[in-house]
């Protein structure tokens, strides 16, 4: 008997370099499990609003408004079908080439996908952002705020991470979904974790 597609639903901030990593992840998972992935954003600059936070940190939150409301704004004038590849044009210029998160780089972002380059509007317009606010609260109400991104809901659970770098590939990203499934779908658990020892590795 074949196995049932697994829905998996994945909520990311694009400039989150944690959630680019499982991102990655979540896709050589795809091709080695039978799971579907729908793709939403959170903002961590919605998430971070009203907290207080060190200087350099709400500089780059503030910033951060831009590359969420353009992905949300793009979903919403062209089909949730241009997020991910939205979301992977924005994050290989952020990750992996280092490049300014400012408008003539999600212009760029936007034309390598066939998006107008106008929609880089968004960055500055709050007009979005009753269905930015939605998004993020369909994922993060699911799992609290005392988390970040990724978030990831799969068969009617709901968990944060996973954070892990870099991302594994094959049978490993296999084995990390098997082992994460397992584990956040366990009645009472709500925690694993240790400190970070290495940074973001975007191979």
Same mark, same amino acid.
């Given at each position: 008997?074949?196995?049932?597609?697994? /829905?998996?639903? *994945?909520?990311?901030?694009?400039?989150?370099?944690?959630?680019?990593?499982?991102?990655?992840?979540?896709?050589?998972?795809?091709?080695?499990?039978?799971?579907?992935?729908?793709?939403?954003? #959170?903002?961590?600059?919605?998430?971070?609003?009203? =907290?207080? %936070?060190?200087?350099?940190?709400? /500089? #780059? #939150?503030?910033?951060?408004?831009?590359?969420? =409301?353009?992905?949300?704004?793009?979903?919403?004038?062209?089909?949730?079908?241009?997020?991910?590849?939205?979301?992977?044009?924005?994050?290989?210029? *952020?990750?992996?080439?280092?490049?300014?998160?400012?408008?003539? +780089?999600?212009?760029?972002? %936007?034309?390598?996908?066939? %998006?107008?380059?106008?929609?880089?509007? $968004?960055? +500055?317009? /709050?007009?979005?952002?009753?269905?930015?606010?939605?998004?993020?609260?369909? &994922? #993060?109400?699911?799992?609290?705020?005392?988390? &970040?991104?990724?978030?990831?809901?799969?068969? @009617?659970?709901? *968990?944060? &991470?996973?954070?892990?770098?870099?991302?594994?590939? &094959?049978?490993? $990203? @296999?084995?990390?979904?098997?082992?994460?499934?397992?584990?956040?779908? /366990?009645?009472?658990?709500?925690?694993?974790?240790?400190?970070?020892?290495?940074?973001?590795? *975007?191979?």
């Amino acid at each position: 008997m074949p196995s049932v597609p697994v /829905t998996t639903d *994945f909520w990311f901030d694009p400039i989150c370099p944690w959630a680019w990593i499982a991102s990655r992840w979540m896709l050589e998972v795809q091709q080695v499990r039978d799971v579907g992935v729908r793709w939403h954003v #959170m903002s961590l600059s919605y998430l971070n609003a009203d =907290r207080d %936070l060190p200087e350099d940190y709400r /500089t #780059m #939150m503030d910033d951060a408004w831009g590359p969420v =409301r353009v992905v949300v704004a793009a979903a919403a004038q062209h089909g949730d079908e241009v997020i991910l590849p939205l979301y992977t044009a924005l994050g290989t210029r *952020f990750h992996h080439e280092k490049l300014p998160k400012d408008r003539e +780089t999600i212009e760029a972002a %936007l034309v390598e996908v066939g %998006l107008p380059p106008q929609l880089a509007d $968004a960055m +500055t317009s /709050t007009a979005w952002d009753d269905q930015l606010k939605a998004s993020h609260h369909a &994922g #993060m109400d699911q799992v609290g705020f005392e988390v &970040g991104t990724p978030v990831i809901a799969a068969e @009617g659970v709901a *968990f944060f &991470g996973p954070v892990v770098s870099p991302a594994p590939r &094959g049978e490993a $990203a @296999g084995r990390l979904w098997d082992g994460v499934r397992l584990v956040a779908g /366990t009645d009472g658990f709500f925690e694993l974790k240790r400190s970070r020892t290495r940074d973001p590795i *975007f191979d």
